[in-house]
């Protein structure tokens, strides 16, 4: 039974658990007074942190635009104007809010608005360790006839599908390069288990884990022959299941099966304490006869007290949270691909802001980011209480 009106609204204005009261009156705006303004200081009218604050509100609302977040700012109720920090008499213009989001650093401003979110995430529970995934995301709508499109790394909690860092990935490089620069925005990784896929099993990658005190599991691919043949190479057919799990849906059942072998010897690669097979079997449910296998190495540095079998798997499928919760809710609700924003910084800079928006609602508990858009959209008022801003 789908939940109702009211049920929503009470998830939505709920505080996230396991906060201190400090933390949660420290508002959005007081995380974005670290951001550096671009604007000469002569002639400022509207203060950086007021201007991202209402952007980020309407994005909550569902806008998507530049025009559309002017045309929020515009339509605000005067008393919620002046609770946003806003000039009532003369307010922000859409091509004032258009050149000072198309000027910001989008790294920087990722930094402040992921550690802001990153305050409220609840620690998680005992025995268990937080999880981020790493994976990127073209930004096809910023393409033109002569550029390539924009491309985004970026880092998400596992469990609650919040982007914690993002960072551009310019051009004439590639997300390798930027690996460390991402997870350079996350303050602390002690203990955190960071998943990557194979284009991130790297030898650098890790020494820069290791450092930070993090651990790590990642996806072994053709890109690293050499050791995809030795893992290839093991002794799986003596080595019994160490997890199972059976999924329906999609119109498909899939088995998947993982097998755990502790490798302190016999694989080149630094600090890697178990490799790991991960094979699933797939079928449609109207061709019950017909299957698909596909079979998948990787590696960790977790030991094997460290780290359960099922703990390995559970962490391997959450890789995948970063696309089902956040960049596809991207492409689908915000319409992200066909977003015309092409200029200076604007499309990394929007796209910080709909993560903003996805996690925020995520942390006051919604799981429908349509439905919590149209319920933000109701009152002006809403997107302000789930920024913190009173």
């Known amino acids: ?94 091509a004032m809010i258009r050149r000072l989001l198309q000027a910001i650093d989008p790294d920087l401003l990722a930094a402040a608005i992921g550690n802001w ?16 995934a790493v994976d990127g995301k073209t930004l096809r709508g910023s393409r033109t006839r002569d550029t390539t499109a924009r491309h985004v790394l970026a880092a998400a909690d596992q469990d609650t599908g919040v982007v914690l860092a993002s960072t551009d990935v310019d051009t004439k490089t590639n997300e390798i390069t930027r690996f460390a620069a991402l997870l350079d925005q996350v303050d602390n990784l002690d203990d955190v288990v960071v ?4 284009l991130h099993c790297q030898r650098d990658h890790v020494a820069y884990l290791n450092q930070r005190g993090a651990h790590w599991i990642l996806t072994v691919k053709g890109n690293q022959p050499s050791l995809h043949h030795q893992l290839a190479g093991l002794p799986w057919s003596l080595v019994p299941d160490a997890d199972r799990d059976t999924a329906r ?29 991960i094979r699933r079997r797939r079928r ?21 007290h460290q780290a359960k079998p099922f703990h390995l798997a559970d962490w391997i499928r959450g890789h995948w949270s970063i696309e089902n919760k956040t960049h596809w809710v991207r492409d689908v609700t915000y319409d992200e691909d066909r977003s015309q924003i092409r200029t200076g910084t604007g499309p990394q800079v929007m796209a910080t802001l709909r993560n903003a928006a996805i996690g925020a609602l995520r942390l006051a508990g919604a799981t429908n980011i349509a439905a919590a858009n149209r319920h933000h959209a109701r009152n002006a008022n809403r997107p302000l209480a789930l920024l913190g801003i009173t």
């Not at 929020?72 to 109720?77: H, I, T």
Request: net charge positive; hydrophobic share 45%; charged share 20%.
């Open 1 to 94: 039974m789908p939940a109702s009106p009211s049920s929503l609204i009470a998830s939505l204005s709920a505080a996230p658990a396991g906060l201190s009261t400090q933390e949660l009156n420290c508002g959005l705006p007081t995380a974005l007074a670290r951001v550096p303004d671009p604007r000469a200081r002569r002639g400022i009218r509207h203060q950086l942190t007021v201007v991202v604050t209402a952007a980020v509100c309407a994005v909550v609302a569902g806008y998507r635009s530049y025009t559309a977040i002017g045309e929020w700012v515009a339509d605000l109720p005067t008393d919620t104007a002046v609770v946003l920090g806003i000039d009532t008499d003369r307010r922000p213009s859409e």
């Open 195 to 198: 998943t990557a896929d194979a």
């Open 284 to 304: 449609r449910l109207d061709e019950p006869r017909r299957f698909t296998t596909e079979t998948v190495y990787a590696i960790t540095d977790l030991l094997a």
């Open 249 to 277: 849906g999609h119109g498909r059942r899939e088995i998947r099966t993982l097998k755990v072998l502790s490798v302190s010897t016999g694989i080149d690669f630094p600090h890697a304490a178990q490799a790991i097979r």
């Open 117 to 132: 979110l990153a305050a409220r995430i609840a620690a998680p529970a005992p025995g268990r360790r937080q999880a981020l």
